[in-house]
């Protein structure tokens, strides 16, 4: 894979007389879990403790010449657990490396990934694209990250990018095959077109998943700003809307996304999200963050999707807060509720700057509310886990 983008950055470097800009990161993490008591009696999840090994990076490369520019990033990832042993491996590991899937719609398939024994490795050519920019248009092709929407812990209005807020992994983001257009109708207005390919939403049989979608942006004044999106995305009709409004105080933030039944009239049932968040710099040292909402659970899905949305939660309450104790180190504490089980979940980090590019992590992710009986079961898989990260920037 390193070969192939170096084959694809060399004849563009010779031809444009530009040189490619190069940047990426390198992080090492280790964790120690603990398994859930109700997952090793309830779901076969049949260990106690083990140790995870992770080490992941990405190489970014761009070129820019004029009005045009092309941009590929590739992620490597390998990690080491007994947890990988049994075929196919305990759940836990998908929680660990969320998020697992990196193209979001994959027609391309530039990728590989294996796994032997206690190891797994991981290879992607996530983002590859050609873009251009024609005055008030500009259009993209190829494998594109697709960035919008305001939440940070649930995001449903953008279904091309998982929210990683409450992982461990951060310089992460999914691709997506297909071609963007986006027209600027106004200084305030404009409209993304967006046609994306997919092979991979049940066993590929040979037929390609289209997705076609349409994101808006309108923005009525300094303070307020609209989102809208309609389309066609995973054989479901979808329609959502997000509004955010800035105070003198924080920002406050709302979305909401309809998902019809599936198209091809397998047995399903509609779908609603709903957000609500605040967002405010409290101090010049203290940020606050609050999101609640509502994930209808999609009961066509297995444990196995667990990862699709990082916490198996339906009505959810989070507050996120993010300290500077120092200017070489911040500390973030993080609750999340779900109001139906009574479901709990903390994630407290340390953030260290080690100067010379570099940072330390410290972290604890661990349920302390396990909630009543429900049938959202995968709650019972959540593990707690502390762990120390280490994070190289070039």
């Keep these: 894979m390193k070969l192939l983008l170096l084959l694809f950055l ?14 990426g990161n390198l992080e090492g993490q280790f964790r120690q879990s603990n398994n859930n008591t109700e997952a090793k009696e309830d779901l076969f999840q049949n260990w106690n403790n083990e140790n995870f090994y992770l080490l992941y990076g990405n190489l970014n490369g761009k070129i820019e010449k004029d ?34 899937q990196l193209v979001a719609r994959d027609l391309f398939k530039l990728q590989h990934k294996e796994q032997n024994g206690k190891e797994q490795v991981e290879s992607i050519l996530n983002k590859f694209y050609y873009e251009i920019d024609l005055g008030q248009k500009r259009l993209m092709l190829g494998r594109m990250y697709i960035n919008y929407g305001l939440g940070e812990i649930f995001n449903p209005i953008n279904p091309f990018n998982q929210p990683t807020g409450l992982t461990s992994i951060s310089q992460v983001a999914q691709g997506n095959d297909g071609i963007s257009y986006t027209h600027f109708l106004s200084d305030t207005h404009n409209i993304q077109f967006i046609l994306l390919g997919d092979k991979g939403i049940n066993n590929y049989e040979g037929e390609i ?7 808006g942006e309108v923005q009525y004044s300094g303070d307020l700003q609209l989102d809208y999106v309609l389309g066609e995305d995973q054989d479901r009709y979808k329609l959502g809307s997000q509004i955010s409004y800035q105070t003198s105080l924080g ?144």
């Design 209 to 215: 998943d289209s997705t076609f979608w349409l994101h």
């Design 251 to 394: 920002m406050i933030f709302s979305q909401i996304l309809y998902r019809s039944e599936t198209i091809d009239n397998k047995p399903t049932h509609n779908l609603w999200d709903v957000l609500l968040g605040y967002d405010q710099q409290l101090t010049n040292l203290w940020h606050l963050r609050f999101e609640g909402g509502y994930q209808k659970e999609d009961r066509s899905l297995n444990l196995t999707n667990l990862g699709e949305r990082f916490l198996p939660t339906e009505y959810f309450l989070a507050l996120a807060n993010i300290y500077e104790i120092h200017p070489l180190v911040k500390v973030s504490a993080t609750l999340i509720n779900d109001v139906k089980s009574g479901f709990s979940y903390f994630i407290g980090k340390a953030t260290y700057d080690m100067g010379n590019n570099m940072e330390a992590d410290t972290f604890v992710f661990t349920p302390f509310s396990k909630g009543d009986d429900t049938d959202n079961v995968a709650q019972k898989l959540v593990t707690t886990d502390v762990g120390v990260a280490l994070r190289l920037f070039f």
């Design 67 to 100: 009005n045009s520019r092309i941009e590929a990033n590739w992620f490597v990832r390998y990690s080491y657990s007994d947890l990988y042993e049994p075929n196919p491996p305990y759940f836990a590991t998908n929680i660990f490396t969320f998020p697992n």
């Design 10 to 23: 060399f004849p563009l470097t010779s031809v444009a007389k530009v040189v490619p800009e190069l940047s």
